[in-house]
């Protein structure tokens, strides 16, 4: 399942990044998030805030707790990191 959703993904964002190029903000993180990475995300997460690491090629956002705040892996409905498929 997770190769699949990688595979999924990659696909996904290759062609998502024919149409347009996400800009990013002064952290990195997107401004806009591509539709497929936005239907593989669990509920539950900071989807305003995310970036691509590119030291694991997988996606974090930034959990904002009561006491810091930190970027965490995004992950799927089943708990598997969200992450692009290197080429």
């Known amino acids: 399942m997770k190769r699949k959703t990688t595979i999924l993904l990659a696909g996904s964002l ?6 347009t190029t996400p800009g990013l903000d002064a952290d990195g993180a997107f401004t806009e998030l591509p539709e497929p990475l936005l239907a593989l995300a669990a509920p539950n997460q900071n989807l305003n805030k995310v970036r691509l690491d590119q ?10 707790g009561p006491v810091e705040r930190t970027w965490l892996p995004l992950r ?12």
């Open 76 to 87: 799927t409905v089943n708990g598997n990191p969200i992450c692009q498929a290197s080429s």
């Open 14 to 19: 290759a062609l998502a990044g024919c149409a």
């Open 55 to 64: 030291t694991d090629n997988c996606f974090w956002y930034l959990h904002d």
